[in-house]
């Protein structure tokens, strides 16, 4: 558990009083894909417009408008790259402390299962196939934004009432599965390698340090991150690079050298050649552009 920990995304969602925050995410036709991570918060997304594909624990799940999405600790995601044509989400991530203390019934019963992985729901709740059932939680997340937006006297009590409520709906009305243990090994090990590797982009990271992260040999290591990740871990590393120079040169503070060397380019030419390919314009084109889907 302490390794798990250790590895983590850590952007802080809300306060250590209140730990939910609210996010809307446009990713553009272009988007060279959000890379996968994992937190111990709960999730549950909102997709208001356009369609897309989340990856989520090793598999492809097409998303489109209507459709909600609730995703539990642990649970590795995120987006592919050219996976979407345009999407809009809204998302509220909470950590599940919010909703009891360990000693509460509702915790142990309920919560608990869910934060440590017994129990899973389905990802994505269709608002195709199940248009009654994700109306319900799309309305039940309406109410939670008005009052997460509100300054009312009270409006945290109902914050958490929501959220409540929500859970309650997907225990009642959709089945959940048990995962397997050999499946569970393989998604821990991927959250150290991706945990890993999000602490150190800044520096050189080798496949023999990742490898040794599993216990693996290298030759085994690379042949397992591609089959589960879909891509080499040279390419995941990038990836992530990639996201933070985007967020970093949208802000407009940075120069375009700052951002590549503070982000694990230590050349240049290579930086913005590899930064080209996946957004389709130069670094610094992009930078005036301002235009970044953004991360949770």
């Known amino acids: 558990?302490?390794?798990?920990?250790?590895?983590?995304?850590?952007?802080?969602?809300?306060?250590?009083?209140?730990?939910?925050?609210?996010?809307?995410?446009?990713?553009?036709?272009?988007?060279?894909?959000?890379?996968?991570?994992?937190?111990?918060?709960?999730?549950?997304?909102?997709?208001?417009?356009?369609?897309?594909?989340?990856?989520?624990?090793?598999?492809?799940?097409?998303?489109?408008?209507?459709?909600?999405?609730?995703?539990?600790?642990?649970?590795?995601?995120?987006?592919?790259?050219?996976?979407?044509?345009f999407l809009e989400t809204d998302s509220f991530v909470f950590h599940p402390s919010?909703?009891?203390?360990?000693?509460?019934?509702?915790?142990?019963?309920?919560?608990?299962?869910?934060?440590?992985?017994?129990?899973?729901?389905?990802?994505?709740?269709?608002?195709?196939?199940?248009?009654?059932?994700?109306?319900?939680?799309?309305?039940?997340?309406?109410?939670?934004?008005?009052?997460?937006?509100?300054?009312e006297e009270g409006h945290e009590l109902a914050v958490k009432g929501e959220l409540l409520k929500a859970l309650a709906v997907l225990y009642r009305e959709v089945p959940f599965e048990r995962k397997e243990k050999q499946n569970q090994e393989v998604l821990e090990k991927l959250k150290t390698v991706t945990g890993y590797i999000k602490e150190?982009?800044?520096?050189?990271?080798?496949?023999?340090?990742?490898?040794?992260?599993?216990?693996?040999?290298e030759y085994y290591f690379m042949r397992?991150?591609?089959?589960y990740m879909n891509m080499t871990c040279v390419e995941y590393i990038n990836q992530c690079r990639m996201e933070e120079a985007a967020a970093r040169l949208a802000s407009g503070r940075e120069s375009v050298t700052e951002v590549a060397l503070d982000t694990g380019f230590g050349n240049l030419s290579y930086f913005n050649r590899v930064f080209k390919k996946r957004f389709g314009m130069t670094p610094g084109a992009y930078r005036k552009d301002g235009r970044y889907a953004g991360k949770k």
């Open 1 to 85: 558990m302490k390794e798990k920990k250790m590895y983590r995304e850590e952007n802080r969602h809300g306060s250590p009083l209140f730990p939910i925050e609210y996010y809307n995410c446009v990713y553009p036709a272009r988007l060279p894909g959000l890379p996968v991570h994992w937190h111990e918060e709960f999730e549950i997304t909102c997709v208001r417009r356009g369609q897309g594909t989340y990856l989520i624990d090793l598999e492809p799940c097409p998303v489109k408008e209507g459709d909600v999405l609730f995703l539990t600790s642990g649970i590795l995601h995120g987006i592919p790259a050219g996976s979407t044509d």
């Open 98 to 151: 919010l909703l009891g203390g360990p000693l509460d019934l509702c915790s142990v019963k309920y919560l608990a299962p869910l934060e440590q992985g017994e129990v899973r729901f389905p990802a994505v709740i269709s608002g195709e196939r199940e248009p009654r059932l994700a109306a319900e939680l799309a309305g039940m997340f309406a109410r939670l934004k008005k009052e997460f937006d509100s300054e």
């Open 200 to 217: 150190n982009y800044q520096r050189p990271v080798s496949v023999a340090e990742l490898a040794d992260l599993c216990h693996f040999s």
């Open 224 to 227: 397992f991150f591609k089959q």
